[in-house]
């Protein structure tokens, strides 16, 4: 394999990478965001039951 083959074949590698770190990432950031959204819409003072504390 020569420089330039190995070149382009790290970049294709980093590339992917990237690509699921990215995935990745906002994955979590809705989680986290799903996670807030609904710990304030259960922080309404009842419990989960619907039952006031």
Do not use: H, I, P, Y
């Not at 992917?16 to 950031?29: D, P, V, Y």
């Not at 989680?31 to 259960?42: D, K, N, P």
């Amino acid at each position: 394999m020569s420089k330039a083959d190995e070149k382009v074949a790290r970049e294709q590698r980093l590339a992917t990478k990237l690509r699921e770190n990215l995935k990745r990432r906002k994955g979590q950031a809705r989680a986290r965001a799903g996670a807030t959204a609904g710990a304030a819409t259960t922080s309404s003072g009842t419990d989960r039951d619907g039952k006031g504390s």
